[in-house]
């Protein structure tokens, strides 16, 4: 079982940042795992369903939804396993719980990390 362990959420103002992690962690991790999938971040507001945020393969292409309008960069490191997000120039809609996965959703999803933007 591999599962993703995401963290760096908090309680932010219009237009601050942050930034977030997702470590792969589990017993069926091998050493080869994290580095040859990519790694996407999806997120869901109250009441709506899970959407995509951001991807990054592993060769270090990126694509991101239209809502991030160049203000959110997504990166991996993998040596630790673990991907990030840096969320800049955060709107009130940003607010939900943000996750990772590999591509299409094959892992369960851990609990998320929660971002709650609110002046």
């Known amino acids: 079982q591999v599962q993703f362990v995401e963290s760096g959420g908090g309680l932010v103002q219009p237009g601050e940042s942050l930034t977030l992690s997702c470590t792969a962690t589990?017993?069926?991790?091998?050493?080869?795992?994290?580095?040859?999938?990519?790694v996407d971040w999806y997120r869901q507001a109250p009441g709506k369903g899970r959407e995509f945020v951001a991807r990054i393969t592993r060769t270090g292409e990126i694509s991101y939804a239209d809502f991030v309008q160049n203000r959110f960069t997504i990166s991996r490191d993998n040596a630790k396993d673990t991907a990030s997000l840096q969320m800049n120039a955060l709107k009130i809609e940003a607010t939900a719980r943000y996750y990772c996965?590999?591509?299409?959703?094959?892992?369960?999803w851990g609990q998320g990390t929660q971002v709650t933007v609110s002046s």
């Open positions: 996965n590999f591509p299409f959703a094959v892992l369960s």
């Open positions: 589990g017993p069926g991790l091998r050493g080869n795992t994290f580095r040859t999938k990519a």
